[in-house]
């Protein structure tokens, strides 16, 4: 069956230090693979979205990589922040998307 | 452009009950798509709708419906309610036309106890 795995439930890291979270996945064949933010209480937020022949891809202080050979995802975010607190989310698919059950990343000042 | 709208925010119903929800996606955005979470299980897909038609469907009992009306405003519904139906019921409207590809935007989702 279907499966999306990310690596821990719970990051803490502190202020200024890179955040790596990872996300793998079994008999999936993506065609693209996706990043979300959760805060409490509120519906997840898009972040990134990166194709299969994208090796890697940047929006400000994040950065995702795509080996569809080792069937993973890695997500960075860099020189991280406590507002960057949050649960991330990595999905996959294509008309329903499926979630892993996401990461909560603690960013201590 | 306003974001996706869930109405309402927050319900409480008991067992046996049944409740509508409803979503209001983003303006031109034909697909939306119905999610379920729970501590235990996470983000589930409930089901997709595109321009009035179910495209796909998850897992779930038949209690669990949907629809989509011609102005893409959505609505779900979910009969007989058991205390497991308890979640966030979560919204999300996408500008896909094609296969899927498109970013998804969600509401603010409606928080369901069951009592």
């Known amino acids: 069956s279907q499966k999306i795995e990310q690596n821990s439930e719970a990051l803490n890291i502190q202020e200024g230090k890179t955040a790596t979270l990872t996300c793998n996945y079994t008999n999936y064949s993506p065609a693209y693979l996706q990043w979300y933010r959760q805060d409490p209480g509120r519906g997840p937020v898009f972040l990134l979205l990166i194709r299969e022949n994208e090796k890697e891809k940047r929006k400000e202080r994040l950065k995702v990589t795509f080996d569809t050979t080792l069937k993973q995802s890695l997500f960075h975010i860099t020189a991280s922040q406590p507002a960057d607190s949050a649960t991330y989310l990595c999905?996959?698919?294509?008309?329903?998307?499926?979630f892993g059950a996401g990461t909560t990343v603690t960013v201590r000042a | 452009k306003a974001g996706v709208t869930q109405t309402p925010r927050y319900l409480i119903k008991t067992r046996g009950q049944q409740v509508t929800l409803s979503c209001s996606p983003i303006s031109g955005h034909r697909s939306v798509s119905w999610y379920q979470q729970t501590p235990g299980q996470g983000l589930q897909f409930l089901f997709e709708?595109?321009?009035?038609?179910?495209?796909n469907k998850g897992n779930f009992p038949g209690r669990f419906s949907g629809r989509q009306f011609s102005n893409s405003r959505s609505e779900m519904n979910v009969s007989t309610l058991e205390l497991g139906d308890s979640a966030l019921y979560l919204c999300a409207s996408s500008d896909s036309t094609g296969g899927g590809t498109g970013e998804l935007f969600f509401g603010e989702g409606s928080r369901l106890t069951v009592l």
């Open positions: 999905a996959l698919g294509d008309y329903k998307l499926s």
């Open positions: 709708y595109f321009s009035e038609t179910q495209r």
